[in-house]
C-alpha cells in the first residue's frame, strides 16, 4: 500500500461553496482544507459547505484555549486575539480528494467575554451533542441549540474542564454530592412522615 500525497490547495467544491464569503483558505499539514472565518460568517458558511459543495456530516465540534498562547505573547502580533477558536470538520463521503474522502475544517475565534457561536443542528441534527460536549468542557455557548446543557458534568458544576486556567488544585470533589446528600436527607423525614400518614 503506497502513501498519497495530500493535495496542495482545497478542492473547487470548496472554493466554489464559499465564494463571497470573507475567509482564508488554507492547507493544514493533515492535508485538509482550512478555513478561518469571523464567527458571524461560521453559519453561513457551513450551510454553504453542507448544499453547495456536499459535505453531508459534521464529525467533530470542538475548540481551542489560546490562553497560554496569548499570556506568552505567541500571538501579540495580531494584536489583542480572541481567546478561544471553534473547531469545526466536516465529512463528503461522495467525493475523494489525496486519495480519501474529502474533509474541510473551519475555525472561528470567539473571545472570552462573548463565548458563543450559532449552532450548526439544524443542519447536523448530529452534532448536538459534540456541541453539548463543547459546551460543557469549554464553556462555549451555541446559539439556537434546543437542549444545551452540560454533558459530562453535573449541571451545577463550576468549572469548564478543558479550559487552560481550570484549577488543578482546591477543587473539592464531593461538594455536589455533599450538597445532593444534604438535600436528600433533608427531605426522607417529610417522605417518612407521609408514608406513616398513609
Avoid at 4 to 27: D, Q
Amino acid at each position: 500500500m503506497s502513501a498519497t500525497a495530500p493535495p496542495l490547495s482545497a478542492s473547487a467544491a470548496v472554493l466554489g461553496a464559499l465564494e463571497g464569503v470573507k475567509c482564508e483558505v488554507s492547507m493544514g499539514r493533515d492535508g485538509v482544507a482550512t478555513v478561518e472565518l469571523a464567527r458571524e460568517l461560521a453559519h453561513d458558511a457551513l450551510s454553504r459547505l453542507r448544499d453547495r459543495a456536499g459535505f453531508e456530516q459534521c464529525t467533530l465540534v470542538t475548540a481551542v484555549d489560546h490562553l497560554i498562547d496569548n499570556e506568552l505573547g505567541a500571538l501579540a502580533h495580531a494584536g489583542a486575539r480572541e481567546r478561544y477558536e471553534v473547531v469545526w470538520q466536516l465529512l463528503c463521503t461522495t467525493r475523494v480528494l489525496g486519495g480519501r474522502a474529502e474533509r474541510v475544517r473551519l475555525r472561528a475565534r470567539v473571545s472570552e467575554s462573548d463565548a458563543r457561536v450559532m449552532s450548526c443542528t439544524d443542519l447536523w441534527p448530529g452534532a448536538a451533542y459534540a456541541e453539548r460536549e463543547c459546551y460543557d468542557m469549554f464553556g462555549i455557548r451555541f446559539d439556537g441549540h434546543a437542549g444545551l446543557k452540560r454533558l459530562l458534568m453535573p449541571d451545577e458544576y463550576e468549572h469548564h474542564p478543558l479550559r487552560k486556567d481550570f484549577p488543578h488544585e482546591g477543587i473539592e470533589p464531593d461538594k455536589l454530592y455533599r450538597a445532593w446528600d444534604a438535600a436528600r436527607r433533608a427531605a426522607e423525614p417529610a417522605r417518612d412522615a407521609g408514608q406513616e400518614r398513609s
